[in-house]
């Protein structure tokens, strides 16, 4: 059975290291879709154990009023990963990260693990999801076997820093380093129908590229994109959130193609525009997307 969380919105996830209750007590106040309670990179590596403490109890104990909780976990070449899964589903998260993702079979070596703890503390089957970062030249190269490999999988995600030292490269903060994987990664994803989610802006003094950044991702089609800071929340919210024009628009469009189909009419126009029943999934998404954003109250 497929968790109906897979296809949920997801515009911000936003970093936070597991280990800092300051950080993951409250989260939920500057309303990002998502969390990412964080295990791997933001933790010294003699916290740990620390760490996984800190994240089982805020779990258990915090109402994150909707958002979801997902788990990075430590990577699979060290022995931290699989007490980190358990942890996590023990306390009740809802998706896990894996990190440097270069195989299918990394992520299948994890949905066995999920699938373990499910069982060993009572959780339904499937309900812990599983998203794929891709770090590296092969991880990229290898995005749609990736995103093929299980149906717990809901999307992958870009991670900058690593990509870039893998293909020899420095953070410009113009996006070139990053343009083949995001379109790679984007066409992957739309032909496995997961999510694609764009890497962290770390530079907080320049919001300005940070909103450059993010409007063009949003025109490739990502579903979002990771960050470290709430500042950056308002902005990719409104980035990806429709126009009343767009959904006015989307709107007509579906009422359209209905009424016209039922007539046998397979081309005619909206607003002065040609339309034919390829508008008709994007429209639906639009409109979707706006429902989930909280700016459409119609009956579609």
């Known amino acids: 059975m497929i968790n109906p969380n897979k296809t949920r919105l997801r515009r911000t996830m936003m970093f936070l290291n597991a280990q800092k209750p300051s950080l993951i007590k409250d989260p939920y106040i500057y309303q990002p879709d998502s969390i990412m309670l964080d295990l791997e990179d933001a933790v010294a590596e003699k916290e740990k154990d620390s760490a996984r403490y800190s994240l089982y109890h805020a779990l258990q104990e915090i109402n994150y009023r909707g958002v979801e909780r997902v788990v990075r976990i430590n990577g699979l070449d060290t022995d931290l990963w699989r007490e980190d899964i358990r942890c996590a589903v023990a306390g009740g998260c809802d998706s896990i990260r894996i990190p440097k993702t270069e195989y299918a079979k990394d992520v299948k070596i994890v949905e066995e693990a999920v699938i373990a703890a499910e069982k060993e503390f009572g959780r339904p089957e499937g309900s812990v999801l599983i998203m794929a970062a ?149 429209a639906k998404r639009t409109i979707a997307l706006a429902k989930a954003s909280g700016v459409y109250k119609g009956d579609l």
């Open 134 to 282: 891709l770090e590296s030249a092969r991880g990229v190269m290898n995005a749609l076997e990736i995103c093929d490999c299980s149906e717990r999988l809901f999307g992958i995600a870009l991670s900058g820093g690593d990509y870039s030292k893998d293909l020899q490269t420095t953070i410009s903060g113009t996006g070139v380093e990053f343009m083949g994987a995001r379109q790679h990664m984007i066409i992957a994803a739309r032909a496995a129908k997961v999510q694609c989610f764009d890497t962290v802006w770390t530079n907080l003094d320049d919001m300005d590229g940070f909103r450059r950044e993010t409007e063009m991702i949003h025109s490739m089609g990502f579903d979002g994109k990771s960050i470290i800071n709430p500042r950056q929340i308002p902005i990719v919210h409104e980035i990806y959130t429709p126009k009343p024009k767009d959904v006015d628009f989307a709107e007509k469009v579906i009422r359209e193609i209905d009424e016209k189909k039922a007539l046998g009419i397979g081309v005619f126009t909206v607003n002065g525009k040609m339309i034919d029943i390829a508008f008709y999934d994007g």
